[in-house]
């Protein structure tokens, strides 16, 4: 083999290598999904006050895990192509509980479940190799604090809307990426 074909074949394969590491990325449906989840949220807490979001959120939360789990699922078949479930799973889950606890606790701040938020898509925006997503975590982590240390309210409207918006955003910005050539 001749330097300029073993150079073509190389080309070849990374390029073969970033189109499946495209059809790959997923977090454009967790995103959007909970953009809106996070957006009604903001509505709900607006009109029925704060303390309605706990119930929503325990009820929206696991419901939205379950949908992004059928998706994903769904979408291995469909494109014959799926990555270990396992880091996903297990920090939806500690996700989850943490919201949960510190949404019970509220201490120190009342925007623990918020930073647990930020914390996970932290996560998730590593395990995805995600820039976008990594740099939306740490902005709404750092707005969560300021929220907190501020003392702003209402807590809940303000951070749930700031999360609907920016979810949104990431998420249909990482599809429109993932779409192209």
Request: one cysteine or more.
């Amino acid at each position: 083999m001749h330097a300029s074909e073993t150079a073509q074949t190389l080309g070849e394969l990374d390029r073969l290598r970033l189109q499946t590491r495209r059809r790959l990325e997923g977090l454009s449906f967790p995103l959007v999904l909970f953009g809106g989840i996070s957006l009604v949220a903001a509505a709900l807490s607006a009109a029925l006050g704060e303390e309605a979001q706990g119930l929503f959120w325990t009820l929206a939360g696991p419901a939205g895990g379950i949908a992004v789990s059928l998706y994903y699922r769904r979408r291995g078949l469909d494109l014959g192509l799926s990555r270990a479930a396992w880091p996903y799973i297990c920090t939806a889950i500690a996700l989850l509980l943490a919201c949960f606890v510190l949404g019970v606790l509220e201490q120190p701040w009342s925007v623990g479940p918020w930073l647990a938020v930020a914390a996970g898509y932290l996560v998730f925006g590593g395990l995805e190799r995600s820039a976008a997503v990594i740099g939306m975590a740490l902005t709404l982590a750092a707005l969560a604090v300021a929220v907190g240390a501020l003392e702003v309210t209402p807590v809940a409207v303000i951070l749930n809307a700031a999360y609907g918006v920016a979810f949104l955003a990431t998420g249909l910005g990482v599809r429109t990426r993932r779409d192209e050539p």
